[in-house]
C-alpha cells in the first residue's frame, strides 16, 4: 500500500507564479524526502525533512511538514519551464528501513 | 563520479526470455536499491541491499525475481521468464548509510518492453 500520496495528480501554471503540492502519508516516519523526476530520467533528491522539522529552505524549494496532520507541502516559488517535470514524495516508516515507498507524484507543467 | 550507471537502457525481449540489468552504484555508497515504475502501480521498491546484504526484499514481486549484489560495485536484477506485464522502467539507486531513508541518488533506468 502506498504511504506518501501527492496532491494535485497534475498542476499547470505560468512561468514566474508559484507551485504548491502536497503530500499526504499514513504512518510515523523518520523522515520526508522530496524528489523530481524530468521525462526519460531517473528521479533527482531535491530535499529532505526530518520528523522534528517543521520547515526546510533550499534555493526556490520551500518544504513543510506537519507530523500531527501527517502531511507535507512543497513549494516552487517564482517557477521557471525548466521546473516541469513530475514530483514525488517518498517516506520512511519509523521501523528502520523499511516500508520506504514513493507516492504517485505530482505532474507539474510551467507553461513558459 | 559518474553517477549510478545502469545497463542496458533499452532492452526488448520475447515472453519467457531471462533478462539480467544491471548495476553500478556510486563508489563508496553501501546502499543499493532496485525499482519498478511504470503508469499504473508508480515507482515501486523491490528490493535494497546494505553492504551487499539483502535487507528488505519484500517488493519482489514473485519467484521469476531474482536479485544480487556480488560485490560493492555491480547488482544485478533478473527476470526468467519475463512475461509482458513486466515491461517497465527499472532504476537502480544507491545511498550512503545503512538505512533507504537517506538521500538516494538514481541511475538512468532500463526500460525493459517484453513481447
Known amino acids: 500500500s502506498q504511504q506518501g500520496e501527492e496532491d494535485p495528480q497534475a498542476l499547470s501554471i505560468q512561468e514566474g507564479e508559484n507551485a504548491t503540492m502536497n503530500c499526504s502519508y499514513k504512518t510515523s516516519i523518520n523522515n520526508l524526502q522530496w524528489y523530481r523526476q524530468n521525462s526519460g530520467r531517473g528521479l533527482v533528491h531535491l530535499i529532505l525533512i526530518r520528523s522534528n522539522e517543521r520547515e526546510k529552505h533550499s534555493g526556490r524549494l520551500r518544504v513543510t511538514l506537519d507530523t500531527s496532520k501527517k502531511s507535507s507541502s512543497l513549494l516552487i516559488t517564482a517557477s521557471r519551464a525548466a521546473d516541469t517535470a513530475s514530483y514525488f514524495c517518498a517516506t520512511d516508516g519509523d521501523n528502520y528501513g523499511q516500508n520506504f515507498v514513493f507516492g504517485p507524484g505530482t505532474r507539474l507543467s510551467v507553461l513558459p | 563520479d559518474a553517477g549510478v550507471i545502469q545497463s542496458p537502457r533499452h532492452e526488448v525481449t520475447e515472453m519467457g526470455q531471462e533478462v539480467t540489468l544491471r548495476c553500478k552504484p556510486i563508489s563508496g555508497h553501501n546502499s543499493l536499491f532496485w525499482y519498478r515504475q511504470t503508469m499504473m502501480r508508480g515507482l515501486e521498491l523491490l528490493i535494497y541491499f546494505n553492504n551487499n546484504v539483502p535487507i528488505d526484499d519484500s517488493g519482489m514481486p514473485e519467484d521469476r525475481f531474482s536479485a544480487k549484489m556480488p560485490n560493492a560495485s555491480f547488482s544485478t536484477l533478473k527476470i526468467q521468464p519475463s512475461e509482458p506485464r513486466d515491461s517497465a522502467v527499472y532504476f537502480c539507486?544507491?545511498?550512503?548509510?545503512?538505512?533507504?531513508?537517506?538521500?538516494?541518488?538514481f541511475g538512468p533506468g532500463t526500460r525493459l518492453t517484453v513481447l
Open positions: 539507486a544507491s545511498s550512503f548509510g545503512e538505512h533507504s531513508y537517506n538521500e538516494q541518488f
